[in-house]
């Protein structure tokens, strides 16, 4: 896969400090080049993930011929080019061929700094080809919500727990009788089953009837 590598220059003359001499020109605000690209204490070069991209750079110190002549600043400090190449493109594949490219452009830009370094506006680049492997962004799936038991699944699990307590309630009195016969039986609707210390009360939903059993220890 091919993207667009946009030249990019930060460095230093003899009077004027360190600035962005050259900057892809696709770029509004370009602030971020002189605080992310930064000296490399002697690591070939480096890339950093930034907001527009895959910055990449590399350090060059400027020699005698390069420098018009002394490669030095007024305080004697050496000349360095900060040079390299943004991709907003995808992860560069083949970055030390750019960056060689990268570098010739870098020093045509930093000749024309040098002969008028107060009146030097930055200037804006123009992509090259670079082979770039693409970003892998993970796909998130939104969270599955929990099943819902229908309405009437709902319904009939409490009509079958109502039924349940009435059939034991009623049941319990049973034995609690001895060898009385059982309280007449309810239909299956029942809804509500009422227990008092004389009686046992169940009221059915189909009809609205009250079906009552008297335990056997307290008839006449």
Known sequence: ??????????????????????????LREH????ATAIPLDD???????????????????VTTAEARGEPRDEYGRPLVLLHGFLCPDG??????AALARTRTIALAT????????EG???????????????????????PEEPAR????????GAGAIV???????????ASAGGDDAPPPPCPRDVVALTVTPSASVATCLRDRTTVQWVPPFQRP
């Open 1 to 26: 896969m091919t993207g667009r590598a946009w030249p990019f220059l930060v460095a230093r003359g003899r009077r004027r400090g360190y600035s962005a001499l050259l900057v892809p020109g696709f």
């Open 31 to 34: 602030g971020f080049l002189e």
């Open 43 to 61: 690591a070939p070069s480096r890339a950093a993930a930034t907001p527009y991209g895959v910055l990449v750079w590399a350090e060059h110190a």
């Open 91 to 96: 992860d560069p594949v083949a970055a030390p």
């Open 110 to 117: 930093y000749d024309r700094f040098l002969a008028d370094e």
């Open 120 to 142: 030097f506006r930055a200037e804006r680049s123009e992509p090259f080809t670079i082979e770039v492997a693409p970003v892998a962004r993970p796909r998130i799936s939104p």
């Open 149 to 156: 038991p229908a309405r009437g699944l709902v319904w009939a």
């Open 163 to 173: 039924v349940a307590g009435a059939v034991a309630a009623v049941v319990g009195f």
